[in-house]
């Protein structure tokens, strides 16, 4: 059922009337409907027709329509002693490379930061 959007006098604001604002709500709400399309098709904007779709949530439009299908559940306990599962931590591979003068210095991997702070030292000097 196709229903367009009441004639707007010029220069004033349109009253839509409820039911015709439920009707373009509750199309959006089917699977894969899209907003912006529905508007479109009813000639309002989209922007009011997000608001509509809040008032509708809010019950604002009358009792909502309850149409979405639940899922059964089974809750299961589960077992406490569960094993820790470690991550290997990836591996990061750097490389600093230091150009003084004809002096270069390539280092590559994690060094020992006692070890760089002399050399970059002496190489700075």
Request: a positive charge; aromatic letters at 6%; hydrophobic letters at 40%.
């Amino acid at each position: 059922m196709d229903t367009v959007a009441p004639a707007r006098r010029a220069g004033r604001r349109a009253n839509f009337p409820l039911g015709f604002k439920r009707q373009v709500v509750e199309a959006t709400f089917q699977p894969g409907a899209s907003v912006s399309l529905i508007a479109r098709e009813h000639d309002v904007n989209a922007n009011l027709v997000f608001r509509w779709r809040q008032q509708y949530q809010e019950g604002l439009f009358g009792p909502v329509s309850q149409s979405a299908t639940l899922l059964p559940v089974q809750v299961i306990e589960a077992p406490m002693d569960l094993p820790q599962i470690l991550q290997p931590q990836a591996k990061c591979h750097s490389e600093i490379v230091v150009e003084v003068g004809k002096t270069k210095l390539c280092i590559t991997d994690t060094p020992d930061l006692q070890t760089l702070q002399l050399v970059l030292q002496q190489l700075l000097r």
